[in-house]
């Protein structure tokens, strides 16, 4: 879990030693864009060995995408797994929150010894890395968020998640949201990762249609009981 504190001393740290972030910020909010800090991610990774889910990992800007590295466990078997990850197309709305990624250059290697089908796959060469999204469809206990893998591509919708999908108040306040602003795309420059935002994406009439069918409906609804 993220200690919010460290975070706030590690922005401020940031910030005072990277003043020309201000005024990127300020430039990309006309545009609707805001950029995170590729230092940043790295420190979010940080985190996340702290927690032991992974090892060393690795966080870099590869225009237009970013090359993601660390060491983990998969199925018993200790590697080292790294993939240059594109973000292809992005749909957030009420309906889906879809992530569609592209993987590239992906690599798989033991990282110690191990006597399990995975590391007899990879010691023998047989596994395809050029189609880590084929692979990962094959893989037990497929996330549910998994809406499609094949090829060198994985669809993530987080709207398959039980705990958005399934509940009531989540999906309301995601049709909202999404009719008002939504996450257009995401690429990488040398530092940051840029993220573009769209404003009234479905135009005025369309975030009307999602207060009334989100908010005012269902309040009529109940006063009516």
Known sequence: MIDPVAAAQSARSYLRNH???????????????FGVPVVALRWLGSQLERSGAVEDMQIDSAPPGLRVGASVSLMKTPIRAAATVFIERVVFNAEELTVSLRMEDVSLKLNGEAETPVAALIQSGALDLSNPGTLAGYLPGRSPVIAEARGNRIVLDLMRDPKIGNNPLVRKAVGVMTSLVTLHGIETDPDHVDVSLRALPGGISGAARAFKRHIISPSIGRLLK
């Open 19 to 33: 003043p020309e972030e201000l005024t990127r910020v300020m430039r990309n909010a006309v545009g609707l864009r």
